[in-house]
């Protein structure tokens, strides 16, 4: 009975993807390239045709606090997704993961979403990071952001963070490992969402 209580006092935690940004992906570019193309997309907002799904529009109504990294893309999806109707306090905590180019020859050319593929799996098994955030510093983040949400959810009140793909998964295996369960997963692509509740 007292556990069942516990979970009930518990709000739920939910982990958003931003929007499509308003950068092109239809071009094949050099890995030193895909650098000046991340760059750009960092200052990104979302493209002007999008719009977020009813389903996330709900979700932020209900949350009593909602979050977003400080980069563009996250803050123009939680304005839409809250209709501009409340303050959404931007935190630096919950930037993406960086995605620094791999020392890759310039005669090879990919589109920037197969750049983004090499650059996080140079990032995540190499450690190569080109003085940006290391893997295992980017995991102390992902850790201390976890335990933020988790700190909201225990009022009893629900949590939203509108954010980034990768970072957003780091953040999940965090919330896992303290106990948290993944009982809703939309996956990596845009607008996407993942809610945790407690075990």
Sequence with gaps: MTGQSSIAMTGRIITARHGRPNLSRDVTITAREYG???????????????????GLIALARGAKTVLSSTLPRAIETAAQATGGARDVPAD?????????????????????????????FWWHAFDHHGGQETRA???????????????RAETGQDVLVFAHGYFNH????????????LVHNQGFKY???RRYEKR
């Design 191 to 193: 607008w996407s969402q």
């Design 36 to 54: 000046d193309w991340w760059a750009r997309y960092d200052e990104s907002g979302l493209h002007p045709d999008e719009r977020p799904p009813d």
């Design 92 to 120: 630096p905590m919950f930037v993406e993961a960086p995605l620094p180019p791999p020392p890759i020859p310039d005669w090879i050319k990919l589109s920037p979403k197969w750049w983004g593929v090499v650059s996080r």
């Design 137 to 151: 510093q980017a995991e102390v983040r992902a850790e201390q952001a976890a335990q933020k949400l988790i700190a």
């Design 170 to 181: 780091m953040v999940g295996a965090r919330l896992k490992a303290d106990g948290w369960k």
